[in-house]
């Protein structure tokens, strides 16, 4: 039963919610529907937001418990969550309220619930002496999740590359898990868990599965963020060694190609320098060695590869000896590699060219016709004055058809 007081407190809130909602309607400014509804929330707000003065939030507090033991969790529920929404009690019975409300969830099998209202206590008392047990009852309730992942991966052992996700249809009926979006809610309650408590015990496994869902998905960039936090900031953790891996083979993946920015790849080269170093797992476990191993190979290939189309890119354009260069730098810097040969192939071709006064036009048009008229025509020059204009000088073949003499080919001897 509500106290007198609270009753007329309650009763005396809803007059001054009709008076100031009539004020509001009434008064200038208030020509329109929304700006109706404008004031009206901001008054609402303003009234339901302060508390009351309680003198039994105690004897509610020890009644909700009560409700709590004798596994009446919907009853317990309500009056945890009232007691909690009175900003008027202490802050430390509110704290205990709310974390009982999110117990009361979490006992009944209301886990998204639940996992709600942990995250808005997580909220209201970022330094409460329930933050590290909340984030490990939310981490408990995503890796009730997160099974449903495991058996996926199970069920698709066979499929090789990126594990698209596909949409399944959930029992409506099952309090335990969302409806829509479980993979979503798990990797943002799990980002939650390690942005409240960074040193929990749980900070680390929170960061391992975010990044290794968001590894299988193909999306490299959010896996190599979150593999790389752990591998900065949780130094001593024993996921520490699959992190760095996973995310070696991240920044590798989240480049897009060679055509694109190289700096991932050549965090990634770091990266295995830093494993190779500091892990003595790595020369311990044959496998993590031929991970390492492969993956140096890739972010090798790759980079010869940005190299190469550099040189491409030069010789497309007309710049025949910045290609000779990048030609000659995949060479020596990729050796072993196929874009080596590939690089001595072309480097050897385009001194050929530049050799015999050819150079290679790239695909500039106008470099290409001048290219082309050089070719057929020649490039007409100054001939000296001759006793007579109708002898032919001794190093030129006379024209034929008032066309210009074509120029010696490059190292041919003079008649």
């Known amino acids: 039963m509500a106290s007198s007081a609270e009753t007329t407190f309650r009763a005396t809130r809803r ?51 009560q409700l709590y033991e004798e596994g009446k969790y919907s009853k317990a529920m309500k009056a945890y969550r009232e007691i909690a929404d009175n900003q008027h009690n202490p802050s430390g019975m509110a704290e205990e309220a709310r974390f009982m409300q999110a117990e009361s969830r979490f006992a009944a099998g209301e886990y998204p619930e639940a996992v709600d209202t942990y995250h808005k206590l997580l909220l209201d008392f970022p330094t409460g002496v329930h933050r590290r047990e909340s984030c490990a009852r939310v981490f408990e309730i995503c890796d009730y999740w997160l099974d449903d992942f495991r058996a996926e991966l199970t069920r698709r052992s066979d499929e090789t590359g990126v594990l698209k996700w596909h949409p399944e249809w959930k029992n409506p009926l099952d309090k335990s898990k969302p409806f829509l979006g479980q993979e979503g809610r798990t990797l943002e309650a799990l980002d939650h868990i390690w942005t ?10 929170a960061l391992f599965w975010c990044g290794y869902v968001n590894y299988v998905r193909g999306n490299f960039q959010e896996a190599d963020h979150f593999f790389s936090t752990l591998v900065e900031m949780h130094k001593e953790s024993p996921l520490r060694p699959q992190a760095m891996a996973y995310a070696i083979q991240a920044k590798n993946n989240a480049t897009g190609g ?15 320098h830093v494993a190779e170093a500091t892990l003595p797992e ?19 290939y790759q980079q010869a590869e940005k190299d190469f189309r550099m040189a491409e890119y030069y010789e ?51 470099a290409v016709v001048q290219a082309k008229w050089k070719e057929v025509f020649g490039s ?21 058809g008032g066309t210009a003499p074509a120029p010696l080919p490059a190292g041919a001897v003079q008649p």
């Open 15 to 65: 007059w001054f919610v009709v008076v100031l909602a009539a004020f509001a309607l009434l008064a200038p400014g208030c020509k329109t529907w929304s700006s109706f509804v404008d004031r009206t929330k901001t008054i609402k707000t303003a009234l339901t937001d302060s508390g009351y003065d309680d003198p039994k939030a105690q004897e509610k507090l020890a009644t909700a418990k």
């Open 282 to 300: 790595v020369s311990k476990s044959p496998e993590m060695a031929e991970k390492l191993t492969r993956a140096k190979f890739a972010i090798r």
């Open 380 to 400: 007409p020059s100054a001939s000296p004055k001759a006793t007579d204009e109708n002898e032919p000088k001794r190093d030129e073949v006379q024209p034929v």
């Open 316 to 366: 497309r354009t007309g710049h025949p000896g910045s290609a000779v260069f990048y030609y000659e730098l995949v060479r020596r810097r990729y050796a072993g590699t196929r874009y080596s040969d590939l690089a001595t192939e072309k480097k050897e071709h385009l001194v050929a060219l530049m050799k015999e006064g050819k150079p290679a036009p790239g695909r500039d048009p106008f």
């Open 196 to 205: 409240h408590d960074m040193t929990g015990p749980t900070a680390d496994k």
């Open 258 to 272: 060679a055509e694109y920015d190289g700096r991932k790849c050549a965090e990634a080269l770091q990266l295995v």
